[in-house]
């Protein structure tokens, strides 16, 4: 068990509806990442916040939304859906500081039809 | 988004083997990370390797960083069935930014009994 709690596990929608994705941190870490794994791709970087305030970003869609809030929890909002946006959904938390490692919770596992 | 080249893409194995697997990458990170993947589960670290050339190792797990800082390798000796999974190298730093992770697309390893 890393520490790091997503929730829902699964999620099964239907195209252009808009989810919210939930996650919240280690004890302690102040930075979250999202991360996005399709089938046939490896885990793609989305978004990072820092202690409230977006840090990095990576491969976002316009459609696609993050914000973390004062109790360090992070949300993930995704709208407009589409297919193709079927994948799991990682969030990572760390302590924040490079050299700290960014430990994985358990995924959403985002279903389209 | 870059990614890492990480090979082979799939090992079958007999249970006692040793294994190895690498990843290469045409820019330089300055932290190399290794990751294990079980089914329906976030990624868990195994190394965090962090010195070009630096040797890691985590009980069966060896990793290394090499010295060009763009590659790095794992070998798992005498594999045991709880070693399948899918492993994922993953690269931080350099050009990519301080804390974002670059993935390789993961080596899925399967044991016969």
């Known amino acids: 068990d890393s520490g790091v709690t997503q929730t829902p596990k699964h999620l099964i929608t239907a195209t252009g509806q808009r989810v919210t994705l939930r996650c919240s941190p280690r004890?302690?870490?102040?930075?979250v990442y999202w991360y996005q794994q399709s089938l046939d791709q490896g885990l793609q970087f989305l978004i990072q916040y820092y202690n409230g305030e977006e840090r990095a970003k990576g491969n976002i869609l316009e459609r696609f939304s993050a914000q973390q809030f004062p109790d360090l929890h992070s949300e993930l909002n995704l709208s407009s859906l589409e297919l193709g946006d079927s994948a799991l959904y990682f969030c990572?938390?760390?302590?924040?500081?490079?050299?700290?490692?960014?430990?994985f919770g358990p995924g959403t596992r985002l279903t389209v039809t | 988004g870059q990614q890492l080249n990480q090979s082979p893409q799939s090992m079958f194995i007999q249970e006692g083997e040793d294994v190895s697997m690498n990843c290469t990458s045409s820019?330089?990170?300055?932290?190399w990370l290794w990751y294990k993947q079980d089914p329906g589960e976030g990624p868990v670290l195994l190394i965090a390797?962090?010195?070009?050339?630096e040797l890691t190792s985590n009980g069966r797990l060896t990793a290394q960083f090499g010295i060009t800082r763009k590659d790095s390798f794992l070998n798992i000796s005498a594999s045991i069935p709880s070693d399948v999974g899918i492993y994922f190298c993953?690269?931080?730093?350099?050009?990519?930014?301080?804390?974002?992770?670059?993935f390789g697309q993961g080596t899925r390893l399967t044991i016969n009994p």
């Open positions: 990572a938390s760390s302590a924040g500081t490079p050299g700290y490692e960014q430990y």
């Open positions: 390797l962090y010195k070009a050339g």
């Open positions: 993953a690269g931080r730093g350099g050009i990519q930014g301080a804390q974002k992770l670059v």
């Open positions: 004890s302690g870490d102040l930075s």
């Open positions: 820019s330089i990170f300055n932290t």
